[in-house]
């Protein structure tokens, strides 16, 4: 598909729904092979690769914001990764359509880690630079 329809990042956006080749007595396995499955793709086409995990509860979901630590099932998803962008909309409300967002660089293998102000435009599943030039 790379090749074929220039593809140049590869995200899952529901790893909770992905299986491993065989049966597993338990999901850490499970992930972790999904884990290193992703890492082997990503090094093999030179792309990006990528998985949203499972989020936390709503309600956890308004009063902190994200970490590592949300990266659930498996610790090889934070181990295998090269780096951890994680979405925090403080303020969000349903069904508004630009909110006021924050990525956080919690992990990069190759450089700094920190935050960026974004808006993030729902109606077209964007992010963009939240800096207003005058």
């Known amino acids: 598909m790379k090749v074929e329809r220039g593809i140049d990042i590869l995200v899952l956006d529901?790893?909770?729904?992905?299986?491993?080749?065989q049966k597993y007595s338990n999901r850490v396995a499970e992930v972790s092979e999904i884990s290193a499955g992703?890492?082997?793709?990503?090094?093999?086409?030179?792309?990006p690769c990528g998985g949203?995990?499972?989020?936390?509860?709503?309600?956890?979901?308004?009063?902190?914001e994200p970490g590592l630590h949300d990266l659930r099932?498996?610790?090889?998803?934070?181990?295998?990764?090269?780096?951890?962008?994680l979405i925090h909309r403080p303020d969000s409300r349903d069904g508004q359509l630009c909110a006021e967002s924050e990525l956080i660089v919690a992990k990069n293998r190759q450089g700094r880690t920190g935050r960026a102000k974004v808006l993030?435009?729902?109606e077209w599943t964007r992010f963009v630079d939240a800096v207003v030039e005058e």
Do not use: N
Request: proline fraction near 6%; charge should be positive.
């Open 120 to 122: 993030f435009h729902r």
């Open 38 to 47: 992703l890492k082997s793709i990503a090094k093999t086409v030179r792309i």
């Open 14 to 21: 529901y790893l909770g729904l992905m299986r491993g080749s």
């Open 73 to 85: 099932d498996s610790g090889s998803l934070e181990q295998d990764a090269d780096q951890v962008i």
């Open 52 to 64: 949203l995990p499972t989020q936390p509860a709503p309600e956890d979901r308004r009063t902190r």
